[in-house]
Antibody, heavy 118, light 107 residues
Framework: EVHLVESGGGLVQPGRSLKLSCAASGFTFSDFYMAWVRQAPKKGLEWVATISTRGTTTYYSDSVRGRFTISRDNAESNLYLQMNSLQSEDTATYYC???????????WGQGTLVTVSS | DIQMTQSPASLSASLGETVSIECLASVGISNNLAWYQQKSGKSPQLLIYAGSRLQDGVPSRFSGSGSGTRYSLRISDMQPEDEAVYFCQQSYTYPLTFGSGTKLEIK
């Protein structure tokens, strides 16, 4: 069974940084593209970033490009999201997701809440 | 970016009823369309991918159809556990984009 567990969320001041982690299990992590998707309170879903199997290719939404960095450690089956220059608009629950073959989001973690506020 | 226009924003249905949710892409996406269900306080779950393929474990009362720019999710024989928010997502190209969601409630 696929298991994705996010951690690292919390309250952070505007302009500061935070790093999210996602521990994956139940599948061969290095075989799959991985992603972060976020959901602001009471809002819809927003794709944030995707990383290829070896980490050599990354994709970002315009809203986070240049501020966020997605990375992975295939040896440890971990996915990361380094978030810099955080803004109030980044307040959301951040989900780790495993991509399926056609870049659908086949599996999701339970999410970790990031609140950006002074 | 591909815009995904989802409708209706909300609807209510009686148990046993059949409902449909629509998603319109701003350009043709060649059946690269997924549907997700999100129950209150939970993470989203994949229901349908490639426009019409049922994800493993999803009840057969869920079905997807469409082509080009127009896609729909159909839920037959509405059950209490189907009360949720449903999202479409184009998996055709980056940036990946979602519809705004449809809140489905039991009447």
């Amino acid at each position: 069974e696929v298991h994705l567990v996010e951690s690292g969320g919390g309250l952070v001041q505007p302009g500061r940084s935070l790093k999210l982690s996602c521990a994956a299990s139940g599948f061969t992590f290095s075989d799959f593209y991985m992603a972060w998707v976020r959901q602001a309170p009471k809002k819809g879903l927003e794709w944030v970033a995707t990383i290829s199997t070896r980490g050599t290719t990354t994709y970002y939404s315009d809203s986070v490009r240049g501020r966020f960095t997605i990375s992975r450690d295939n040896a440890e089956s971990n996915l990361y999201l380094q978030m810099n220059s955080l803004q109030s608009e980044d307040t959301a629950t951040y989900y780790c997701a495993r991509h399926g073959g056609d870049i659908r989001f086949a599996d999701w973690g339970q999410g970790t809440l990031v609140t950006v506020s002074s | 970016d591909i815009q995904m226009t989802q409708s209706p924003a909300s609807l209510s249905a009686s148990l046993g009823e059949t409902v449909s949710i629509e998603c319109l892409a701003s350009v043709g996406i060649s059946n690269n369309l997924a549907w997700y269900q999100q129950k209150s306080g939970k993470s989203p779950q994949l229901l349908i991918y490639a426009g019409s393929r049922l994800q493993d474990g999803v009840p057969s009362r869920f079905s997807g159809s469409g082509s080009g720019t127009r896609y729909s999710l159909r839920i037959s024989d509405m059950q209490p556990e189907d009360e949720a928010v449903y999202f479409c997502q184009q998996s055709y190209t980056y940036p990946l984009t979602f519809g705004s969601g449809t809140k489905l409630e039991i009447k």
